[in-house]
């Protein structure tokens, strides 16, 4: 079993940064793919952010130029750097790793923007 585990959440004001971090306990984590989802109440979880095993990388269009992310090479732990956050950037953030068919998600963290 892959143990995902995320981290990097909290409150924010309006136009202010975060970064979250995705880490598994498996052995070349580095090999999966890997997805940044967030639902906020009453929506559908939604895809934010994905970083395939090759590199390439796809947002959504409502955090284009204003998210990263990013994979360590020596960790595998992958990143989501977030900038100017809005208020609608509020939900809970939740990383999901992909391999040979296999999904694992996270218990997910939490992201407020508010003033």
């Known amino acids: 079993q892959v143990h995902v585990v995320e981290s990097g959440g909290g409150l924010v004001q309006p136009g202010g940064s975060l970064k979250l971090s995705c880490a598994a306990s498996?052995?070349?984590?580095?090999?999966?793919?890997v997805g940044w989802h967030r639902q906020a109440p009453g929506n559908q979880r939604e895809l934010v952010a994905t970083i395939s095993s090759s590199g390439s990388i796809g947002y959504e269009d409502s955090v284009k130029g204003r998210f990263t992310i990013s994979r360590d090479s020596a960790t595998g732990t992958i990143y989501l750097e977030m900038n100017s956050l809005k208020p609608e950037d509020t939900a809970v953030y939740y990383c999901?790793?992909?391999?040979?068919?296999?999904?694992?998600w996270g218990q997910g963290t939490q992201v407020t923007v508010s003033s």
């Open positions: 498996v052995r070349l984590f580095g090999f999966y793919s």
């Open positions: 999901n790793a992909r391999r040979f068919g296999q999904s694992y």
